[in-house]
C-alpha cells in the first residue's frame, strides 16, 4: 500500500485519486485558516511556485479539529487562502486529520511517520507544547495529528519519506525537496 491507493475529495466534492499524482513528489498539509501558523500558507505558496515545474505537488487538508480554527465553508475556506495568501496549489475538502474519524489518508501518513517532536528552536514551540498540555493533552499521546499545518513529504513512488510539525517552516523543507526533485 502507498499514497496512490486513497480517493480524496477536492473542496468542491469531486472524488479525485492520489495516483492522479503518480510520479510527482508530494507534500501532504492539514491546513486552518485561523491559527498561528496560517501565515505559513504564504511558505507553502513559494516552495509551490519554486518547485511546481520540477514536478512538487502540495495538497493541503483544511481541518477544524484544532480548537476550531477552520469554521468557514470549504468555498470560504478556498477563497481565504487565495485572497490573503495568494494560494494556487489544491486545497482539498475539509475533514478530519486525527482520531476515529480521521481521513483514511491521514490514518495511513501517520503509521507510516510518528511524532518525533517540535522543532524547539521555533518562536511557538513552548507555547505549542504548553496550549496542548492544559487543553488538549490527549493530543500529546501516540502518533497522531499534533495540531495544523502538520507536513508529510511524499517521493515520487508514492512513499511518505518525511513529517514535519507545525514548528517547521516551509522554507526548511526546501533542501529534502530538492533530494527528491
Known sequence: MNI????VKTNRGVEKSLADY?????????????????????????????????GLEILGFPCNQFAAQDPGSNEEIQNF????????????????????????????????????GFD??????????????????????????KWNFTKFLIDREGNVISRFEPTTDPEKIAPEIEKLL
Open 4 to 7: 496512490y491507493d486513497f480517493k
Open 22 to 54: 503518480k510520479g510527482k513528489v508530494i507534500l501532504v498539509v492539514n491546513t486552518a485558516s485561523k491559527c498561528g501558523f496560517t501565515p505559513q500558507f504564504e511558505g507553502l505558496e513559494k516552495l509551490y511556485k519554486a518547485y511546481k515545474d520540477k
Open 81 to 116: 487562502c487565495r485572497l490573503n495568501y495568494g494560494v494556487t496549489f489544491q486545497i482539498f475538502e475539509k475533514g478530519d486529520v486525527r482520531g476515529e474519524t480521521a481521513q483514511p489518508l491521514f490514518k495511513y501518513l501517520t503509521a507510516q511517520k510518528g511524532f518525533k
Open 120 to 145: 524547539k528552536d521555533h518562536p511557538i514551540a513552548a507555547k505549542l507544547t504548553e496550549a496542548l498540555k492544559a487543553n488538549f493533552p490527549e493530543y500529546l499521546e501516540g502518533d497522531g495529528i
